[in-house]
């Protein structure tokens, strides 16, 4: 009866052109492998996922590709407890989809696939794992956090044997077969801003202590996985095999052993996973498994970035099917979650990539562009394997019901719920940006901006699961934004240590770093390279020694680094800024003209037992601390200690915080 639910539940409309048929079980020891011939590798182009574990709550679902191999009947062989409960065909001839079922008895080891048309068989070996202790309750990144962004093409080339474009041919990756890896025609050069730059894991691997030092406690690196895009490919964001590391970035085995080293120095990994577009150069925009796959339509029809259309009731649907359905940009087609096949694989690929590297947390890509209602199942899926595991969103929006709406727990209307745990605060991010470089401000301008979007908390479900930030991959530069000053970038670096939330930082972000003016491309402007990165740099940020020896643009890189690592070393041991509410005062100037606005924000975070302090003066002028302003938390002076000089400090009248810094103490309650 289990087996007959679960095969109608996954079951599809008979237009999907799928049949089912239920096969005989071989689930005994005496299976003889060398009674059947090995598959030729013209018969199996690939078998997804490529290896699987024992003890998961995951069916599996075997997508089996090969030149008309829908004749072919499956059974499982050699392998106790594991059973091949069913075959579905596609719409193209070269895929079967095997459902299975791992029962607890299973052990690891491997089963075989042995594919039979009546006249001929052979043998495709699986490998099955088992589980490292403790896997499913694996915890996750949380506001006791700081998260470093890095984009690994631009970050550090650890060799350069992988620089060159990639011929083709056989990759073996030492996690699973040999894997048939088509050209990659975009080559690495680091005077085109829109070029492969050469990048890698092994960079990434050789500079774990640099972020560590700096204060993350994880790491969030946009895709590494296979982008083909004949231009453009080094973000990763158009992917053409989920299965595989870009062979120009590295292979599995290594972003696995990167993960560990990670690990090994205190550091999380977080996972970009993009569900809901991959890249036109994907092995499957040549022959997918079924027509809808992927949205298609008799005209290319672009999205619409409309993400109100989900909560809007006067909504049209053209609208809503454009939001769902359009293509990202040309060369990312739109996958059809609504297809349960499409959907069960991203399900199976995300907790596959969680269990072989190790993760500690998955960040999804335009969350808002894929269907609602697959992506609920989707997170859903991945936390009923992972109870505990963390994944945020990219809900770019500005407006706070539309971002609220996508957290897990929000009472929409029609009772959706994405179980989507943690989302980002573009409306916090555009208020702390704006603000900061705000001068003379009015009512609702300056730092009353920031006041006013952390006023609106009520509308979200979970205050500890909002990743705020300042910049990101896919925003400029913020030292260009804050006019490249140095004291309102501390500023940002101030707000981002002490605010609600779990911090993430932009790499290079600590030292300031700046676009590019020499380019004609924005995004590959703002994507620069990490100076000290490449053999041969005449700057090494990495280094203390560098840093200071470093002028011109990058003259301020040592001052920004070591104010950056002392905030977020100390957060790591704040519990009133890890978990503590927030309370916060607006600032009026005493003078005639009334709607003139002070341009400073101050705040405590708190527990019962300890307490910050934070005054951010963002004007031109010093400003002199009314302490009697905060007796409704506080009376009479405190004694604290100043977080970034070390020194001990009373918050009393009189206090004197100059221009354009922070003051954050702490003290005890």
Known sequence: MLIKNFCANIGRAAATAASIAMLAISCGQSFNPDSIRDARPEEIVRVEPPCWWTGMKMPLQLLVQGPDISGWNVRIEGAAGVQAVSIRKADSPNYLFVDVVIGSNAVPGTAWLVFDNGSDSFKFPYLLRGRDEGSASRGSFTTEDMIYLVMP??????????????????????????????????????????????????????????????GATAVWNTPLLLDNQPAESYHGYACADYYHIDPRLGDNALYRE?????????????????????????????????????????????????????????????????????????????????????????????????????LDGLRVDTYPYNEPGPMSQWCKA???????????????????????????????????????????????QRAMLTALCEDRVWWDEGMTRVYSVLAQDFAYTDLDNIMIFFANHDHARTGDVLRQDPARQKLAIALLATLRGIPQLYYGDEMMFLERKDCRSHDGAKRIDFPGGWSGDGVNLFSKEGRAAAGGMYSEAASLHDYTARLFNWRKGCRAVQHGKTLHFLHRKNE???????????????????????????????????????SEFVSGPVEG??????????LQDGLQIPARSALIVEFKR
């Open 592 to 630: 005639g003209a009334s709607n003139i606005t002070d341009n400073a924000y101050s705040f405590f975070r708190y527990l019962d037992d300890e307490a910050v302090f934070v005054y951010i003066n963002n004007n031109s002028e010093p400003r002199s601390l009314d302490w009697s302003h905060y």
């Open 153 to 214: 093409d631009r970050f550090a080339s650890g060799t350069t044997d992988n620089d060159s474009s990639w011929p083709g041919g056989v990759y073996d990756d030492g996690s699973a077969k040999p894997w048939n890896v088509p050209s990659t025609p975009d080559k690495v050069d680091r005077t085109d801003p829109v070029a492969r730059h050469g990048g890698d894991l092994q960079g990434m691997i050789e500079h774990i202590d640099y972020i560590a030092g700096l």
């Open 382 to 428: 991945i936390r009923n394997e992972y109870p505990s595991i963390n994944i945020v969103g990219e809900c770019w929006d500005m407006n706070i019901p539309q971002v609220a709406y996508w957290q897990s727990g929000h009472p929409n209307p029609g009772g959706f719920d994405s179980n989507l745990p943690c989302i980002m605060d573009f409306p916090l």
């Open 258 to 358: 990167y993960v560990q080293q990670c690990h090994a120095r205190g550091l999380k990994v977080i996972m970009d996973i993009v569900t809901n577009h991959c890249g036109t150069a994907h092995w499957w925009m040549q022959d997918a498994p079924f027509k809808d796959w992927v949205h298609r339509f008799p005209e290319y029809m672009q999205m619409n970035a409309l993400f109100s259309v989900y909560m809007d009731p006067h909504a049209a649907q053209t609208d809503l099917q454009r939001q769902e359905s359009g293509w990202f940009v040309p060369s990312m087609p739109d996958m059809n979650l609504d297809n349960p096949y499409v959907l069960r694989y991203f399900q199976q690929w995300a907790i596959w990539w969680i269990e072989y590297a190790g």
């Open 641 to 650: 200690r100043d977080v970034v000089s070390g020194s001990p400090v009373t």
